[in-house]
């Protein structure tokens, strides 16, 4: 890696294109429940399959159900399409020049932000 001043004066990178510029490969999640993510159901019964099937026709999720009467229920998926979870919510910090919350008087930064 390296520069070279040209014969105009210019820097001219000797770096080519391809590992100047650093490919982030990005997926986007497909949400849970759509065409191209189904939700993947396993139960142990006809009229446990025939709930569930109600439920994901009802709210017009697309799934994949299996009736294996030997393996354990899984309904993991259909629990979080029904209860999706919450955005977190975070504490706003005291700025570094704010009063600090102790109530000493002092600058949080020489108080509690050392």
């Known amino acids: 890696m390296g520069n070279k001043i040209t014969d105009i004066g210019r820097m001219k990178s000797r770096v080519d294109e391809a590992n100047r510029l650093r490919k982030v490969d990005i ?10 993510n189904p939700a993947n159901v396993r139960v ?11 439920l994901f ?3 017009g999720w697309s799934f994949k159900a299996a ?6 229920e899984d309904v ?30 002092k600058k949080y930064k020489n108080c509690c932000g050392q």
Do not use: I
């Open 27 to 36: 997926h986007k999640s497909v949400r849970l429940g759509t065409e191209k």
């Open 44 to 54: 142990r019964t006809e009229k446990r399959l025939k709930e569930v099937t109600a």
């Open 57 to 59: 026709n009802k709210n």
């Open 67 to 72: 009736l294996e009467p030997d393996q354990p």
């Open 76 to 105: 993991a998926d259909l629990e979080r399409l029904l209860h999706p979870p919450a955005p977190q919510r975070v504490e706003k910090k005291p700025g570094r020049n704010e009063a600090c919350s102790c109530g000493s008087g």
